[in-house]
């Protein structure tokens, strides 16, 4: 066999494994989200998820139409804890996107709007893990009670950058673009229309009427 005829059979090859790949990941990504979608609390239409990702308290989550998220979604809403009980409820809305890695933690209660996207890597919690006492500091990490100071709200039409951390007790306002590697932190509240940057996060620049607009219609375009 010539040089030429064993690039060519290698070329094929691989392309015919490269188009099976794809059709099996497909077909896979789609059997999980069947599968996902009819374990939750409420899902809408649309609902596409892909594995691997791991999901705790299915029945405290609620989803709305037309629902993505990429590889390593992570999603704990804890119900009990070190024998402490909790009543936990996460709402996602309608046309929400999400990039890889997203980590949400709830014990209260997070709402998440219509046409929110998210980059990759975000954290979302509504509670803490441990005091800042003497008392904590003498538990090791794993075995300290969660607690919550709020819970957490982002509005319709949110723009959540790389990297970003959101803390308990905090509300995101319509139509906000939260920058890369911002901390929301404990008791913030972001206003409508705003920009966000930095850590901790710090409303940089308040969007107009046309600003507002284009990003309506970029949301629009994801979903």
Not at 116 to 125: G, H, P
Not at 171 to 184: D, E, H, Y
Request: proline share 3%; hydrophobic share 40%; with cysteine.
């Amino acid at each position: 066999m010539n040089h030429s005829v064993l690039v060519l059979f290698c070329s094929l090859f691989l392309i015919y494994n490269y188009e099976f790949h794809t059709k099996f990941i497909n077909k896979w990504n789609a059997f999980y989200s069947y599968w996902l979608k009819n374990v939750l609390f409420k899902c809408g239409e649309n609902f596409n998820v892909f594995s691997p990702a791991f999901i705790k308290g299915e029945k405290y989550i609620s989803i709305g139409e037309n629902f993505s998220a990429m590889n390593d979604l992570r999603i704990e809403c804890w119900d009990i804890y070190n024998n402490k009980k909790f009543t936990p409820s996460l709402i996602i809305g309608n046309n929400v996107s999400m990039n890889n890695n997203i980590h949400i933690g709830c014990i209260n209660e997070i709402r998440i709007g219509d046409n929110v996207l998210f980059a990759s890597n975000i954290f979302i919690t509504d509670h803490f893990h441990g005091y800042i006492s003497e008392k904590d500091m003498n538990i090791a990490p794993s075995y300290r009670d969660l607690y919550s100071k709020g819970k957490v709200t982002i509005e319709n039409n949110v723009w959540i950058g790389e990297n970003v951390t959101i803390m308990p007790n905090v509300v995101i306002g319509k139509n906000c673009i939260i920058g890369a590697n911002a901390l929301i932190p404990e008791g913030k509240v972001i206003p409508d229309n705003s920009v966000v940057m930095g850590s901790p996060g710090k409303v940089v620049k308040t969007l107009d009427d046309d600003s507002v607009q284009k990003l309506t219609m970029s949301a629009m375009h994801y979903a």
